[in-house]
Every structure is written in structure tokens, then in C-alpha cells.
């Protein structure tokens, strides 16, 4: 079994920066063997896939986060960034990671940002934007 736990949401004024951080631990966890995202849900709205990492360390954004938000990976301790700058109102939302384990056949530069893949979530950490 793997376990997500986020940390690093808070409070910003628009134009700011935040660092989210996901610490995965449980005995089958393997950096290599995984594919991790970063989503977020706003009140009223859909669950969106913002930043996904590969196994390798490919990466793929999100239109509306592009350029402004970046993911990252230290396999070191485990843990998955998401680091946040340029921040505006309409990022507010709860963020969540997930992972999901590689099956045998998916390519180490494969992810995704489609929540349907994913079975192994966070408990989410709050992000709000004042202007």
C-alpha cells in the first residue's frame, strides 16, 4: 500500500508563489515504478489534471498552468513537488497529488493527467489567492 500526504498550501496575494509537496511512503513504493500528477478542484468544478510526471522525469501541463507552474521529483525522499509562482485568483482550489503504478507495458515516459488513471490519492491541501 502507498500513501500520499500533501503539504504546503496557504494563503498568497496574486502574483505569488506556494510550494506544494507530496510525500509518498508504504513498503511497495518505487520512484521508478510510478507515474505521479498534480490535480486541483475548485468549488463547484471538475477535478482538473494540472502536471503529470513520467518514471523518467518526462512532464506534461496543464494549458492554464503552463509556464507559471512546475513539477518536480526528488527521488531522494520520495517526495513530488509542484511549485507554484505568477499565482492568480482562479488557481484557489484544493490540490491533490496521485500516483499510479506502471503496468509492464507502459513506457517509463508515459503520464497522464486524466484522474480516471489513478487510484492512489492525497487528502488534498488548500491553496487560495486574494487579489
Known amino acids: 500500500q502507498v500513501y500520499l500526504a500533501e503539504s504546503g498550501g496557504g494563503s498568497v496575494q496574486a502574483g505569488g508563489s506556494l510550494r506544494l509537496a507530496c510525500r509518498a511512503s508504504?513498503?511497495?513504493?518505487?520512484?521508478?515504478?510510478?507515474?505521479m500528477a498534480w490535480f486541483r478542484q475548485a468549488p463547484g468544478k471538475e477535478r482538473e489534471g494540472i502536471a503529470c510526471?513520467?518514471?523518467?522525469?518526462?512532464?506534461s501541463y496543464a494549458d492554464s498552468v503552463q509556464g507559471r507552474f512546475t513539477i518536480h521529483q526528488d527521488n531522494a525522499d520520495d517526495t513530488l513537488y509542484l511549485q507554484l509562482d505568477s499565482l492568480k485568483p482562479e488557481d484557489t482550489a484544493m490540490y491533490y497529488c496521485?500516483?499510479?503504478?506502471?503496468?509492464?507495458?507502459?513506457?517509463?515516459?508515459?503520464?497522464?493527467?486524466?484522474?480516471?488513471?489513478?487510484?492512489?490519492w492525497g487528502q488534498g491541501t488548500q491553496v487560495t489567492v486574494s487579489s
Open positions: 496521485a500516483a499510479q503504478r506502471r503496468s509492464p507495458v507502459t513506457s517509463v515516459w508515459f503520464c497522464s493527467r486524466a484522474s480516471s488513471r489513478f487510484t492512489t
Open positions: 508504504g513498503l511497495t513504493y518505487r520512484h521508478r515504478e510510478y507515474y
Open positions: 510526471i513520467a518514471a523518467d522525469g518526462t512532464t
